[in-house]
């Protein structure tokens, strides 16, 4: 089964989602085709972005989708795979926010593809790819957008911590089935509920 995945890599629970996807690939036939999004796309002309409401970031919080959207433009999609794969360890996980270039070497990717972090060049690719992710589902969601073939399109799932082994394909399972109602709406309970793995 096919599913396209949007991401801003800057979201923490982006990474979360995206390492239940990479586990539930291993217990279900899923090819990925990672997608870019952007938070600050979506927050433009808001008064305050959530995201950044000192306004302290700017272009810096762009930076690694800017990256992405290169790695996917030159080196495919398997290569962005496994660049957000790195970059959200390095990001994420070790809180080394200045590993946008290092993570494209432990991606085994060009160096030289961080030139195009704090230029425009890749602007227009990213707005067009969080665009279509947006078109599925609506503008008055964040990041991630799941979309499944031929069966329909959700924000999220939002999860934390990622289920592993079966649990991750149970919850695969249970996207797919609410994906494919076209009514679905929405699914939510308070952070920090019980641990049903």
């Given at each position: 089964m096919n599913v396209d995945f949007w991401f801003d890599p800057v979201c923490p629970y982006t990474w979360i989602t995206s390492?239940?996807?990479?586990?539930?690939?291993?217990?279900?036939?899923?090819?990925?085709?990672?997608?870019?999004?952007?938070?600050?796309?979506?927050?433009?002309?808001?008064?305050?972005?959530?995201?950044?409401?000192?306004?302290?970031y700017g272009e810096y919080m762009k930076a690694p989708g800017r990256v992405c959207a290169a790695v996917r433009e030159r080196h495919g999609n398997e290569a962005l795979g496994r660049y957000l794969d790195a970059l959200g360890e390095r990001l994420h996980e070790r809180q080394d926010w200045s590993g946008v270039a290092a993570a494209l070497t432990d991606a085994g990717l060009p160096a030289d593809l961080a030139s195009v972090a704090m230029t425009t060049e890749y602007d227009a690719a990213v707005r067009a790819s969080h665009e279509a992710g947006i078109a599925l589902v609506g503008d008055d969601v964040g990041t991630p957008v799941l979309s499944v073939d031929g069966v329909g399109a959700l924000f999220g799932p939002v999860v934390s911590p990622a289920p592993k082994g079966e649990a991750a394909g149970r919850l695969w399972d249970g996207v797919v089935l609410m994906a494919g109602v076209e009514s679905f709406h929405e699914f939510r309970r308070a952070y920090g509920g019980p641990d049903f793995s």
């Open positions: 390492r239940w996807l990479r586990e539930a690939q291993r217990v279900r036939d899923i090819d990925v085709r990672w997608r870019v999004m952007s938070l600050a796309v979506l927050n433009e002309g808001l008064a305050v972005d959530p995201e950044d409401p000192d306004g302290l």
